[in-house]
């Protein structure tokens, strides 16, 4: 069985309501065994602490009791497990680490019990990922993350895209980060993708109703189009709620016009720092069967959201893309000296490490020195933390 299998049949076979529950407490001690390792905390050490120094600490600290919770065979573990190695390596891709090395599991894991899962858990996942000799499909690797390194080095306009599973809690992590940069000064224009008044809304909307058929790789073309017809707004930071350029066509087109979409990221105006949500596909299923409206097309069976999860995962050797887990409770949990935060903390503590906030201030003319830029943050953060985060958390 192949790796795409393996994960797709993983992941299927825990779709059931009542694993719900289970599946999310097995992702928080998998988060209490890795810490940081898997999603920096805002501004904790992660940024300057190799990968693999920083999750034996971690490991360090994990009591026995922790991993006692953990049966491995169970396929509600398997499955967290592979969630945990596709973050692993969105985090490791991120850091511009060497893609094409082999992630030593059995180094990082040694001192658990889940050593040879969390091996075999690799295995899969990097067989899902299509890299090879340095290729992603078609598309050189190497020069798409040379192309955007010199993007951001050129000054181009840089903007933040939050995307996932309908139904994944975007909206909510959305509305806290725009809070967060209204504390910051920071000019933001949220953007709904597809656009609801766009020129193209009427075609759309029908389609995702189900009410106009349009060949799938024809939707997608529309869906670019739409999001193609954006300039950037000066002094505008852009927060999008899904864009078709940085994942989303990839993910819901046909995998024929896959090129055509990765292509699409050389001719956009402005750079993507894309923030990819995850959440248990039965998850985002109940809650899409909760909505008064009828289910979009992409989001009518769960077998379906299943299939978006992989290619989401398949996204993460790319620049500018980063993995955020959202299952685990919204609340703190201690566990030694570290802390397993919220999805908002993670989400906007992986946004404080992409530089896109401290380089906006920057063009902005509010700072002159990157690392004044960072201190004004992180003191904002601090003070955003205390008065206003726990808003978000209930």
Request: with cysteine; proline share 5%.
């Amino acid at each position: 069985m192949s790796g795409v299998e393996q994960f797709r049949q993983t992941i299927i076979d825990t779709c059931r309501p009542e694993m719900l529950d289970q599946y999310r407490q097995t992702q928080r001690t998998i988060q209490k065994a890795v810490g940081a390792f898997i999603e920096p905390s805002p501004f904790g050490q992660a940024d300057s602490t190799s990968g693999l120094g920083l999750a034996l600490t971690q490991l360090q600290e994990v009591p026995t009791a922790i991993q006692d919770k953990l049966n491995l065979d169970d396929p509600i573990t398997k499955a967290a497990m592979l969630i945990g190695a596709v973050s692993l390596r969105a985090w490791i891709y991120k850091k511009g680490i060497d893609g094409q090395e082999k992630i030593n599991y059995e180094e990082v894991w040694h001192q658990t019990k889940l050593r040879s899962l969390a091996a075999r858990c690799d295995e899969i996942v990097g067989e899902i990922i299509p890299e090879t000799h340095r290729g992603f499909i078609k598309v050189d690797i190497d020069k798409m993350r040379e192309d955007f390194r010199n993007k951001i080095n050129s000054g181009m306009p840089e903007h933040i895209v939050v995307t996932g599973l309908n139904a994944v809690g975007k909206s909510k992590i959305i509305t806290a980060f725009e809070a967060f940069l209204k504390t910051c000064d920071v000019t933001t224009k949220v953007i709904k993708m597809p656009r609801p008044d766009g020129p193209l809304s009427t075609v759309i909307q029908s389609c995702l109703r189900g009410e106009l058929k349009l060949n799938k790789n024809a939707l997608q073309m529309v869906f670019l189009a739409d999001a193609l017809d954006l300039d950037p707004e000066p002094d505008t930071l852009f927060v999008f709620d899904r864009n078709s350029i940085a994942a989303d066509s990839f993910v819901y087109g046909s995998p024929e016009i896959a090129d055509t979409v990765l292509s699409t990221r050389g001719i956009e105006p402005e750079i993507y720092q894309t923030f990819i949500l995850d959440q248990h596909p039965m998850a985002c299923a109940q809650k899409v069967s909760e909505r008064e409206r009828a289910p979009r097309i992409f989001e009518d069976h769960v077998e379906k959201m299943v299939e978006q999860l992989i290619r989401f995962a398949r996204l993460t050797v790319l620049p500018g893309i980063h993995w955020i887990n959202n299952d685990i409770p919204r609340q703190k949990d201690r566990v030694g000296k570290g802390v397993v935060p919220t999805a908002i903390e993670r989400f906007i503590g992986s946004v404080f490490f992409s530089g896109t906030l401290q380089r906006f201030l920057l063009k902005s003319r509010k700072f002159t020195n990157y690392n004044d830029a960072s201190n004004f943050i992180y003191l904002k953060w601090l003070d955003f933390e205390e008065k206003q985060l726990g808003n978000f958390l209930k």
